[in-house]
């Protein structure tokens, strides 16, 4: 008996020692593939109770989105990507890697990436507070986001689409900011979802994919009549979004006003009448800060004008929005699917500047042509594109 513990006892490091090595080699490999960012599909199957119908958050134009909680117990939101992402598996795995890479208080972490079979799926960190739209366009909830909530979301996602533009390791041009695609977390920080999607659905030059082009309401005019993708068309719809959150309607129902075509045209008749603050959500107005209010307005109008070249970047926005500004530029009327613009060839002539230095150089700024090139996305005329029930569809000239 005693020889028998002994032998056993002697055993027992060994068998430990082993278990260990073997342990060591599974966390080795975890920890390999965490830093490829890769997650297997068992785990993902796990996290989300086989993708159960209870767990879907949603789903938009590139496919469902389901809650899930990883052994750690860490919850995720994975994005199933629909088939119609024609890019094979290796690039899809690159761009994935490469976005995991981007990181910004204001920008939705993608923890990693996953491929079963013909599938790719997204796994992100899950944001608590889901989107905006979520609360703004809700009559019961619009309340909740109160003007600082909202403010702090303005100033918020112009931080995110700065570093998405400028800072973050290639110029990522983000094609589909809208409501839906900015979540709050827990503490009300906003946070850009989605971004990257233009590099995981490139469009070719014979085929523009309606559903992922964008959303309507959202997209800049040179953009849905001739395709011509920039920074300018995210600030377009970052320009939609500051007036949705002021007013709490969607441009793309817009219906306030019989002798305004759009939110956009309604904001700025009552901003040359000098009556900005008219705009505002009535039911947060005990909440608001009037001098802000006008100052989101303008900002608003600035980003919507009809000429890409007049729309201020992303860097002058923040810039305007930390610091109580002057003098600020008038803004030109704002644009939409079918409206024209003439370039201005006089750069002083078109407003009455007296911001400060450097402001005109940089609203000037034209990214066009470099941009184009990092992102690689070229869409031609959308015009000929049929009808789609998700309402994704780019407007038809003549609406
Ligand atoms: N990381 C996330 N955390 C929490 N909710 C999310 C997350 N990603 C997406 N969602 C929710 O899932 C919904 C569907 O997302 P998506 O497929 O991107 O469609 P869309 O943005 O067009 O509404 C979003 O509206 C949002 O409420
Ligand atoms: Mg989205």
């Given at each position: 008996?005693?020889?028998?513990?002994?032998?056993?006892?002697?055993?027992?490091?060994?068998?430990?020692?082993?278990?260990?090595?073997?342990?060591?080699?599974?966390?080795?490999?975890?920890?390999?593939?965490?830093?490829?960012?890769?997650?297997?599909?068992?785990?993902?199957?796990?996290?989300?109770?086989?993708?159960?119908?209870?767990?879907?958050?949603?789903?938009?134009?590139?496919?469902?989105?389901?809650?899930?909680?990883?052994?750690?117990?860490?919850?995720?939101?994975?994005?199933?990507?629909?088939?119609?992402?024609?890019?094979?598996?290796?690039?899809?795995?690159?761009?994935?890697?490469?976005?995991?890479?981007?990181?910004?208080?204001?920008?939705?972490?993608?923890?990693?990436?996953?491929?079963?079979?013909?599938?790719?799926?997204?796994?992100?960190?899950?944001?608590?507070?889901?989107?905006?739209?979520?609360?703004?366009?809700?009559?019961?909830?619009?309340?909740?986001?109160?003007?600082?909530?909202?403010?702090?979301?303005?100033?918020?996602?112009?931080?995110?689409?700065?570093?998405?533009?400028?800072?973050?390791?290639?110029?990522?041009?983000?094609?589909?900011?809208?409501?839906?695609?900015?979540?709050?977390?827990?503490?009300?920080?906003?946070?850009?979802?989605?971004?990257?999607?233009?590099?995981?659905?490139?469009?070719?030059?014979?085929?523009?994919?309606t559903r992922v082009a964008g959303t309507n309401g959202y997209m800049a005019p040179e953009y849905v009549m001739h395709g011509h993708l920039s920074v300018k068309a995210d600030v377009f719809s970052f320009g939609v979004l500051i007036l949705e959150l002021i007013s709490g309607q969607r441009n793309s129902s817009y219906n306030l006003s019989l002798d305004a075509q759009n939110l956009l045209d309604w904001a700025y008749k009552l901003f040359k009448k000098s009556r900005s603050l008219e705009v505002l959500?009535?039911?947060?107005?005990?909440?608001?800060?009037?001098?802000?209010?006008?100052?989101?307005?303008?900002?608003?109008?600035?980003?919507?004008?009809?000429?890409?070249?007049?729309?201020?970047?992303?860097?002058?926005?923040?810039?305007?929005?930390?610091?109580?500004?002057?003098?600020?530029?008038?803004?030109?009327?704002?644009?939409?699917?079918?409206?024209?613009?003439?370039?201005?060839?006089?750069?002083?002539?078109?407003?009455?500047?007296?911001?400060?230095?450097?402001?005109?150089?940089?609203?000037?700024?034209?990214?066009?042509?470099?941009?184009?090139?990092?992102?690689?996305?070229?869409?031609?005329?959308?015009?000929?594109?049929?009808?789609?029930?998700?309402?994704?569809?780019?407007?038809?000239?003549?609406?």
């Open positions: 008996m005693k020889t028998i513990d002994f032998i056993k006892s002697m055993m027992n490091p060994f068998k430990f020692y082993s278990d260990k090595e073997g342990s060591k080699e599974a966390d080795l490999q975890k920890i390999a593939a965490q830093e490829q960012k890769q997650f297997s599909y068992e785990t993902l199957i796990k996290a989300t109770d086989k993708f159960h119908s209870s767990n879907k958050l949603g789903e938009g134009g590139f496919g469902p989105v389901f809650k899930g909680k990883l052994l750690d117990g860490r919850e995720v939101a994975v994005k199933m990507l629909s088939q119609h992402s024609r890019q094979g598996q290796k690039e899809f795995v690159n761009e994935a890697k490469l976005l995991a890479r981007v990181q910004h208080r204001n920008v939705v972490n993608l923890l990693g990436y996953c491929t079963h079979g013909e599938d790719k799926l997204l796994v992100y960190e899950y944001v608590s507070h889901e989107s905006v739209d979520k609360l703004l366009f809700k009559p019961d909830k619009r309340q909740q986001l109160d003007w600082k909530k909202r403010y702090e979301v303005i100033a918020g996602v112009a931080k995110g689409l700065l570093y998405l533009h400028e800072d973050s390791h290639s110029c990522i041009i983000h094609r589909d900011i809208k409501a839906s695609n900015i979540l709050l977390d827990d503490k009300w920080i906003p946070k850009i979802a989605d971004f990257g999607m233009a590099r995981l659905f490139p469009e070719d030059q014979t085929h523009v994919n959500d009535q039911s947060i107005k005990s909440t608001a800060d009037e001098d802000q209010v006008a100052l989101c307005v303008q900002i608003g109008l600035l980003c919507t004008q009809s000429d890409p070249n007049l729309r201020p970047s992303m860097r002058r926005v923040v810039v305007l929005l930390s610091r109580k500004p002057t003098s600020l530029e008038e803004p030109t009327r704002p644009g939409f699917p079918g409206s024209r613009y003439r370039r201005s060839r006089n750069p002083g002539g078109s407003s009455s500047h007296t911001a400060s230095s450097g402001a005109s150089s940089t609203t000037r700024t034209d990214h066009t042509s470099s941009t184009m090139s990092v992102t690689n996305t070229t869409t031609h005329t959308a015009r000929s594109l049929g009808s789609d029930p998700r309402g994704k569809r780019p407007m038809q000239p003549s609406e």
